[in-house]
């Protein structure tokens, strides 16, 4: 059997090509991890300074699929580190959104993991498990649905309601 190589989609052709179809994020995000271009198909958790669903999320197979997480925007304390971003790459995410911080920016920009992310910061979450999965959520501008898709890349994030490739 032949190993087939993925082929990347541009954010920037696809706003080209696609026009009207393709929303694109606010430039919001700053990118973490050695992959800077991902897509896939969303999967999404709505926390506040809590990274349990987070974790919960990871620990499932992301083979094809990203992870969205709406953190409220929260600049006071991390939602993902090095152990989560290592558990995202043990069960393949093509790649991790937050609407928040990280921190261990320096070992996951050893990995071979794509993060976008507002910043970091040292301070971890809350463990309380408190949030909801698999809704739609809101930021940068778009809305993110879950079984919608995502491509992200050196431009940004653009979100449609189908697959590009």
Known sequence: MR?????????????????GIVKAALPVFKSYGKKKSFDGEIVTVRVFEDN??????????????????????????????DNL??????????????????????????????????????????????GERNVPVTFAGVTFKPGDFVYADEDGVVVTDRKMI
């Open 85 to 130: 971003a290592q558990m995202a790459l043990d069960n393949k995410w093509e790649g991790v959104i937050i609407y928040g911080c990280i921190r261990d920016s320096a070992m996951i920009d050893t990995m071979n993991v794509a993060v976008k992310a507002l910043n970091t910061i040292p301070l971890k979450s809350k463990k309380d498990g408190e």
């Open 52 to 81: 349990m669903l987070v974790k919960e999320a990871l620990g499932k197979n992301g083979k094809g699929k990203v992870l969205v997480v709406d953190g409220g925007g929260s600049l006071r304390c991390a939602l993902m580190g």
């Open 3 to 19: 190993n087939q190589v993925k082929k990347s989609i541009k954010t920037a052709a696809l706003c080209d090509t696609h026009e």
